[in-house]
């Protein structure tokens, strides 16, 4: 599966911005599908992930409660809705498919960049 993420940008503290991530082929429903973000010099961090048909969601604890996770299996897409956002929100931030919500993933997008002014 291939994965194109979208939304980046810069937003203000405290607004909200709403990332979506494309995915190829026809098995996108057989994925967990995750977001992740990464900033120069340190490790890359698990933001958010969602089961297979959605009714499951899990979180990162410096997100929870600001960030929502969805998908829509018709259209083939994952989205992350970031409420609330801070300065320490700022990363790139990438989708990403595999088949456990907290462990390996297997394909990855190619990142969008979120930065967040004070």
């Known amino acids: 599966v291939q994965l194109q993420a979208s939304g980046g940008g810069l937003v203000q503290a405290g607004g909200s911005l709403r990332l979506s991530c494309a995915a190829s082929?026809?098995?996108?429903?057989?994925?967990?599908m995750g977001w992740f973000r990464q900033t120069p010099g340190k490790e890359r961090e698990f933001v958010a992930a969602?089961?297979?048909?959605?009714?499951?969601?899990y979180y990162g604890d410096s997100v929870k409660g600001r960030f929502t996770i969805s998908r829509d299996n018709i259209k083939n897409t994952v989205s992350l809705q970031m409420n609330s956002v801070s300065p320490e929100d700022s990363a790139v931030y990438y989708c990403?498919?595999?088949?456990?919500?907290?462990?390996?993933?297997?394909?990855w997008g190619q990142g969008t960049q979120v930065t967040v002014s004070s």
């Open positions: 969602i089961g297979r048909y959605g009714s499951r969601t």
């Open positions: 082929g026809r098995t996108f429903s057989t994925y967990v």
């Open positions: 990403a498919a595999g088949n456990v919500p907290r462990g390996e993933y297997y394909y």
